[in-house]
């Protein structure tokens, strides 16, 4: 563990019972997850964004990107603190009554600072690590070109430095009466 995963302070969750304190397995989550939400406010307007991300675990940082127009990049530039959060459904869990229909979760909250990544290495990198991230199999040069300089001209890339962060999970006995995933 890195001097800065150890600066990570654990947010208080309300449902005690079901908060994750295990750093392992808050890791795991974010660097197992498809997707995550970012969560900015822009003239106290509150807006989320789905985004594909990387967790680079050696910085404690979270990578992302978008266009450099558009409510994104003007909300992380008018105020830098977000929420971010990654989550996961399994088992829908009928009950006696609607009260007490549930659902199995995992998911972890990340609370910090969101900056625009300035340097073109750094950009350049993190991008890297978001096409590394998804498509594992293809190889820079050989299945696609490479970032390039025009590229980062148009692209924002975002750094959430993790100040906090919380795991919750919620899981039921394997045989829980009727239980199922949801299908649509």
Not at 54 to 75: C, M, P, W
Request: proline share 4%; glycine share 6%.
């Amino acid at each position: 563990m890195t001097d800065d995963n150890a600066r990570i302070q654990f947010a208080p969750v309300l449902r005690k019972d079901r908060a994750v304190e295990d750093e392992a397995w808050i890791r795991a989550m974010l660097h197992g997850a498809a997707s995550g939400v970012l969560a900015t406010a822009e003239l106290e307007q509150p807006y989320l964004t789905t985004n594909l991300f990387v967790y680079d675990e050696t910085q404690n940082v979270i990578y992302l990107h978008s266009g450099r127009k558009g409510r994104t990049f003007k909300a992380v530039e008018a105020n830098e603190r977000i929420c971010f959060s990654v989550s996961e459904m399994g088992r829908l869990l009928p009950g006696e009554s609607a009260f007490n229909m549930s659902v199995e979760y995992a998911s972890v909250v990340v609370f910090g600072h969101a900056s625009i990544v300035g340097d073109p290495a750094e950009a350049a990198g993190a991008l890297q690590l978001l096409v590394d991230k998804y498509f594992p199999h293809l190889q820079p040069g050989r299945d696609y070109r490479s970032i390039s300089i025009e590229e980062l001209a148009i692209t924002a890339v975002y750094r959430i430095d993790i100040e906090q962060w919380s795991g919750k999970r919620k899981q039921a006995e394997p045989d829980f009466p009727g239980a199922f995933l949801y299908n649509r």
